[in-house]
């Protein structure tokens, strides 16, 4: 089955400490991003990739930090927590530049810092 | 830099009802469009994806229709039920800018 896969799920965390946030997908995309979202905000990305080492910011980058080593993964690391960083986090990934482009979202990471 | 916005904001209408959503977008150089579901607190589930080279796409008791030279969409969803609850966003796809979202219609259909 075609997914995108993010752990964990849930997290509740304290300032400071640093965390990963893990995605992976198994369609092969080249294309793969990283959203928050906010109430009254909506979705705002925060990295992508549009590639293997290939990584860019995105709208909200401040306070994270991304690698792409593999394809099919593409972790979110927060080396220093802070509680604005608060929020809905969800991973998508998609083919790059084609009219057929979809894009595939993982289940969302509701993250809490205190 | 791609722009999106959606109207209503919020709409409130009594089950069997049809609807329409709309998305408005700056950029009309976009390969495709596409409309989301979210429950609240839930991921995001693809409802349709229309190509720029298509004028509508439909699956079930939704229709999305494009413009691309006027920078609209719209989802029509027909004889509305109180599991069709649910925040609809639009997302157009333009490359180098990936999927930009608008910030959503909140529908809730009344039994």
């Known amino acids: 089955e075609a997914q995108v896969t993010q752990n964990p799920r849930y997290l509740i965390t304290v300032t400071g400490k640093k965390l990963t946030v893990t995605c992976s997908q198994n369609?092969?995309?080249?294309?793969m991003s990283w959203y928050r979202q906010d109430p009254g905000l909506g979705l705002r990305q925060i990295y992508y990739?549009?590639?293997?080492?290939?990584?860019d910011k995105g709208d909200v980058p401040e306070g994270y930090k991304v690698s792409r080593k593999e394809k099919r993964n593409f972790p979110l690391i927060l080396e220093s927590p802070s509680p604005n960083q608060t929020s809905l986090y969800f991973c998508?990934?998609?083919?790059?530049?084609?009219?057929?482009?979809?894009?595939?979202f993982g289940q969302g990471t509701r993250l809490t810092v205190v | 830099k791609q722009e999106v916005t959606q109207i209503p904001a919020a709409l409130s209408v009594p089950e069997g009802e049809n609807l329409v959503l709309n998305c408005s977008f700056t950029?009309?150089?976009?390969?495709?469009l596409q409309w989301f579901r979210q429950d609240p607190g839930k991921g995001l589930t693809s409802l349709l994806l229309?190509?720029?080279?298509?004028r509508e796409q439909t699956s079930g008791r939704l229709n999305a229709s494009l413009d691309k030279s006027s920078g609209r969409s719209t989802l029509y969803i027909a004889a509305s039920q109180p599991g069709d609850s649910a925040t609809y966003l639009c997302?157009?796809?333009?490359?180098?800018?990936?999927?930009?979202f608008g910030p959503g219609t909140r529908l809730s259909v009344l039994p």
């Open positions: 950029d009309s150089a976009i390969y495709n």
């Open positions: 998508a990934s998609s083919i790059a530049g084609t009219a057929n482009t979809e894009a595939f």
């Open positions: 229309i190509q720029s080279s298509q």
């Open positions: 990739s549009m590639n293997v080492e290939v990584t």
């Open positions: 369609m092969n995309h080249e294309y």
């Open positions: 997302a157009p796809y333009n490359y180098g800018q990936n999927f930009v």
